[in-house]
C-alpha cells in the first residue's frame, strides 16, 4: 500500500508445490488449555472463562450506578471507565485477565510514531507512510475474522465482481447490503467484540490500535476441560494404531462437535413434530414451518421455528471458543511460520477456518513434498522449532494427531480456488495408511479433489445451467442434455478466467400438489443450481484475480494491479 492506494503486482516466481496445512481438532485445542510455547499469554495456556467478575461500560447511553450518580457526572464516568478499560488491554505478564471487549480500531501506526515516524527498511516514515507500512505487513493474510455489511455495489465490490453480477442476471433493484465473513485490516469504523487473546494478538503482532472502547466484560480462569479432551484424544490415537475406523471416527466427532453440540444447541431454536398426513398438511402453510421429511406413507417430520426459545448455553465458553481459535489460527502463522519461510515464496493461495493453503516456488528440482524446505530464511529457529505444531515423524500418530498442531493435509501441483469452499486441487493420492502413493517408477499418483459448496458430488458428474425438473413418475419430461457441463479443472479455469458458472444437481422431496381439491403429496425433485458463480462479495476482486480486503476509507477504485 502505498500514497492511499493498494496495488496488486506479480513477481517472477514459479509455483513448484502446493500444500495445505489442517489445524488438529481446532476447536477442542482452543478450550484445551494445553501449555504451548507459541502462546505468550495466561502462562501459556488460553483458559476458558467461568464466572462474570466485573463488567465496565462507556456507552453514551450508559447509566450511571445510584451510588455514582453523587460523586460524578456521565461524562465523567464513561471517561473513568475507558481508562479502566484501556489499562486492562494494555497489562501484560501477571497482571493479565481474561475479558471480552467491543473496541474499535485499525492496523496502522499510533498517533506518537505518525509524528516521529518509524524506522524501516524503506528508511524513516511519517504519518500516512507509516500507516501503510503496518497494513502492508498484514494484508496478504489479514488478521481480523469478522462478520460485516457489504454494500453491493461497484464501488464497494469492484467492477469485476459487478460485471459477473450483470453477466448473470442477478441485479438487484436497490443496493442491497449483505452480511459476510471476511478478513479484515480494520473493524470498518464499527465496535467489535474480541476476547482478550485474540485482541492482545492483533495489538502486539499486527499493530492494531485501539482507537475506542466502550465495553469490557471481565472473567474468572478454569481449565477443567482439558482432561476430557485429553482422554478422548488418546482413546482416538489408540484407535488409529489399531486400525479401528468407526472408533477412530467416533472420537473424532465426539471432540470436533462438542463446540457444536455444547455452544450452539439447535434444540433451542428449532422444534419438530411427528404428523400424519392430514395435520402435515396444515403445518406446511404455516409462517413458522421450516421443512419436512416423510417417514412412510402416513408420517412426516415436520421442523418448524418456534416465536421465542430458552437458552441455557454458556455463552462465554462458546464465544472464546471461537476467537480462540481465530487467535492460534492467525498466531501460528504470523508468529511461527512466516519467522523461518520467505514470504514473497509462499503465498496463502486458500484459506478455510481451521487450514491455509500454501502456494510455494521452491526447487523445480524437488519433488512435490519438499514442503517448506527449499524456501527457509531461518534455519537456526527452524531446526529448533520445526516440530512445536508440525508432526514429528519419528513419534508416530501421537505426534500426528496432537493438540495445538498442524499437519499436511494435501500435497499437489496445482489448484483452482473461486471461493471459500470452491476450488480443484490436483493433488498425491493418499492409501489406506495415509501416506502418499507412488507408482511403480517412483512418481507420486495424481487425482483431483474438488470443493464445492451446497452440491452433492456424488450426484455431479455432469450439470446443467439454472432449471427445476420435476422427478415423478407421472413426469416424463427429458432432460437436454446439450446444456450439461462437467464439472473438472477446465470449468474451474472457465469460471475463475472468463466467469462461466458451474452448475451442479441437487435432489430434495418436496410436496406437490396433485388436484385442484388441495391435496398434496411427496415428490421427489430435481434441482439444477448454480454452484460456483463466480461472484465474490467477501472481498474485492482485481483484474488478476486477486482478493484484497476492505479497508475503511477506501473504494474499489483505490485498488490498482500492475
Given amino acids: 500500500m502505498e500514497n492511499g492506494k493498494v496495488f496488486s503486482q506479480e513477481n517472477s516466481n514459479i509455483v513448484t508445490n502446493i500444500q495445505a496445512n489442517d489445524a488438529n481438532s481446532l476447536y477442542p485445542s482452543s478450550f484445551n488449555s494445553l501449555e504451548h510455547s507459541l502462546n505468550p499469554y495466561t502462562n501459556n495456556k488460553m483458559y476458558m472463562p467461568a464466572r462474570v467478575l466485573g463488567f465496565l461500560d462507556a456507552r453514551e447511553n450508559v447509566k450511571l450506578p445510584a451510588y455514582m450518580k453523587v460523586k460524578m457526572s456521565v461524562e465523567e464516568y464513561r471517561t473513568f471507565e475507558k481508562q479502566q478499560m484501556m489499562k486492562i488491554l494494555s497489562a501484560r505478564g501477571e497482571d493479565e485477565k481474561l475479558f471480552v471487549a467491543s473496541v474499535k480500531g485499525s492496523i496502522r501506526a499510533t498517533d506518537e510514531e505518525r509524528i516521529n515516524g518509524i524506522q524501516t527498511e524503506h528508511g524513516l516514515l511519517k504519518g500516512q507512510a507509516a500507516d501503510e507500512y503496518y497494513i502492508s505487513k498484514s494484508i496478504n493474510f489479514p488478521p481480523i475474522f469478522r462478520n460485516t455489511d457489504i454494500s453491493i455495489d461497484e464501488n464497494t465490490l469492484g467492477n469485476i465482481t459487478m460485471n459477473q453480477i450483470n453477466k448473470l442476471g442477478k441485479v438487484p433493484k436497490k443496493t442491497p447490503v449483505v452480511r459476510k465473513l471476511t478478513q479484515l485490516i480494520d473493524t470498518q469504523g464499527k465496535f467489535m467484540s474480541f476476547d482478550n487473546y485474540y485482541l492482545r494478538f492483533l495489538i502486539d503482532t499486527c499493530h492494531f490500535v485501539v482507537e475506542d472502547v466502550e465495553q469490557m466484560a471481565i472473567f474468572s480462569r478454569i481449565d477443567c476441560f482439558k ?45 419438530t413434530k411427528l404428523l400424519n398426513y392430514e395435520k402435515t398438511q396444515k403445518h406446511i402453510s404455516r409462517q413458522d414451518f421450516s421443512g419436512l421429511r416423510q417417514i412412510n406413507d402416513d408420517l412426516y417430520i415436520i421442523s418448524y421455528k418456534p416465536p421465542t426459545y430458552k437458552c441455557k448455553t454458556c455463552l462465554q465458553c462458546a464465544f472464546f471458543t471461537l476467537d ?35 502456494a510455494i516456488a521452491g526447487n523445480p528440482e524437488k519433488g512435490l513434498d519438499q514442503g517448506f524446505n527449499e524456501i527457509i530464511k531461518d534455519k537456526v529457529y527452524y531446526e529448533t522449532h520445526k516440530y ?13 494427531k496432537k493438540i495445538l498442531g498442524l499437519a499436511v493435509e494435501n500435497i499437489g501441483d496445482r489448484m483452482f ?7 480443484i486441487l490436483h493433488k498425491v493420492r493418499r492409501g489406506r495408511d495415509g501416506e502418499f502413493m507412488r507408482d511403480s517408477n517412483g512418481k507420486f499418483k495424481m487425482e483431483f479433489k474438488i470443493g464445492m459448496k451446497g452440491a452433492n458430488l456424488k450426484r455431479n458428474a455432469n450439470t446443467g445451467d439454472m432449471d427445476y425438473l420435476s422427478e415423478d413418475e407421472n413426469d416424463d419430461e427429458e432432460i437436454n442434455e446439450d446444456i450439461f457441463q462437467e464439472i473438472n479443472e ?22 406437490k400438489k396433485i388436484n385442484s381439491s388441495g391435496q398434496y403429496k411427496m415428490a421427489k425433485e430435481r434441482i439444477h443450481k448454480i454452484a460456483v458463480s463466480g461472484i465474490n462479495t467477501k472481498s474485492i476482486t482485481l483484474k488478476n484475480y486477486v482478493c484484497a480486503p476492505f479497508i475503511n476509507g477506501l473504494s474499489s477504485k483505490d485498488y490498482i494491479d500492475i
Avoid at 331 to 342: F, G
Avoid at 490 to 511: C, D, L, Q, Y
Fill in 324 to 358: 480462540n481459535a481465530k487467535f492460534w489460527y492467525n498466531n501460528v502463522l504470523y508468529n511461527h511460520i512466516y519467522k523461518y519461510i520467505d514470504e514473497d515464496r509462499a503465498m496463502i493461495v486458500y484459506v478455510d477456518t481451521d487450514c491455509y493453503t500454501f
Fill in 417 to 423: 480456488a473461486a471461493a471459500q469452499k470452491s476450488y
Fill in 388 to 400: 512445536d505444531v508440525f508432526p514429528d515423524p519419528t513419534k508416530g500418530k501421537s505426534d500426528e
Fill in 227 to 271: 482432561p476430557w479432551v485429553e482422554r478422548m484424544m488418546r482413546q482416538r490415537i489408540e484407535h488409529m494404531r489399531q486400525g479401528n475406523k468407526g472408533g477412530e471416527k467416533y472420537c473424532k466427532l465426539i471432540t470436533n462437535g462438542s463446540y457444536g453440540f455444547d455452544g450452539l444447541n439447535e434444540a433451542n431454536f428449532a422444534k
Fill in 490 to 511: 477446465t470449468s474451474f479455469k472457465n469460471n475463475v478466467g472468463n466467469g462461466k458458472p458451474i452448475s451442479a444437481e441437487n435432489m430434495i422431496f418436496h410436496p
